[in-house]
């Protein structure tokens, strides 16, 4: 019985950590909007400043995609990088059936576009040209490192889709 009970006890634990751990981190996917819309106003953007767009597809409901974004915005060479050379949005995935036919059908067509990133995970990064045609999807897990991002993994992985990388 008290291993049971300390069995119990050491599940709960680890919820509660968990948990924690995701209400230290902000929300960063706006699950109100058109991710649709999000990433033609992204591109439009994109193109009228020389620049490409990142989608770090998830959704707030993935520990590791708020991960991400808060390694981003606290990492200064990490964060410039991004800034000087994407757009970079947060694009809210939802596949749950509980959220209705439409969301469902929605988020289906939404990986459609971005040529089916799911298969790697999430969080999963997709850069688009100015034009909005996918040039790459990258599976996040090339980039961690321990219970974390590499700066060095993730600063290769940005320089190297770069519209100058990618152009010369």
């Known amino acids: 019985m008290k291993k049971m009970i300390s069995f119990a006890f050491m599940i709960m634990m ?35 400043e020389g620049k490409f767009v990142v989608c770090q597809v998830g959704g707030n409901w993935c520990p590791w995609c708020l991960k991400f974004a808060d390694f981003v915005e606290k990492d200064t060479a990490v964060s410039k990088l991004v800034n000087d050379n994407f757009e970079y949005i947060h694009v809210n995935y939802n596949p749950r059936k509980s959220a209705g036919g439409a969301s469902a059908g929605k988020a289906l067509q939404l990986m459609k576009r971005l040529n089916h990133p799911q298969r790697f995970g999430f969080p999963v990064f997709v850069v688009l040209d100015a034009d909005g045609k996918v040039l790459h999807i990258q599976d996040s897990s090339f980039l961690e490192e321990g219970r974390g991002y590499s700066e060095e993994k993730v600063i290769r992985f940005f320089k190297n889709w770069t519209p100058k990388a990618v152009k010369e």
């Not at 509660?16 to 995701?22: R, Y």
Request: glycine fraction near 2%; charged fraction near 25%; hydrophobic fraction near 50%.
């Open 14 to 48: 680890m919820v509660v950590m968990v948990a924690h751990a995701q209400v230290g981190l902000k929300r960063v996917y706006d699950e109100s909007i058109d991710p649709m819309a999000q990433i033609d106003e992204a591109v439009s953007k994109a193109k009228a």
